[in-house]
């Protein structure tokens, strides 16, 4: 990741002009799935698939992911289950093969 438009030179209030970046080095997430099942752990669950589906659809991104996952469990609990499934995370995301989340036209 690169950042620094704006940035203070050398105190508060001091811009530096030269459009100079600092680089930083981010580690990967790895907490994916997490970001999935933990949020409804002891409640609810998701099928495997379902949860491969919305990690990929977006892109390991976290609000998207669970942006999307809001989306499927709201499907999932006004057909009176307790599980996510394939079907939910495809509704939620309008079922285009592209779609990264549930914005998708």
Avoid at 58 to 67: D, G, V
Avoid at 81 to 98: I, K, L, Y
Wanted: proline content about 6%; hydrophobic content about 35%.
């Amino acid at each position: 990741m690169v950042a620094g438009v704006g940035r203070s030179a050398s105190g508060p209030g001091e811009v530096r002009g030269d459009g100079a970046l600092d680089e930083l080095a981010l580690e990967p997430f790895t907490e994916e799935e997490a970001l999935v099942r933990k949020p409804v752990a002891g409640v609810f669950s998701y099928e495997r698939a379902a949860v491969d589906r919305i990690l990929q659809r977006n892109r390991l991104r976290p609000y998207p992911i669970q942006r999307l996952c809001l989306h499927a469990v709201n499907r999932m609990l006004d057909e009176g289950r307790t599980t996510v499934r394939m079907g939910d995370v495809e509704a939620a995301s309008g079922g285009e093969p592209g779609c990264q989340s549930v914005q998708c036209s």
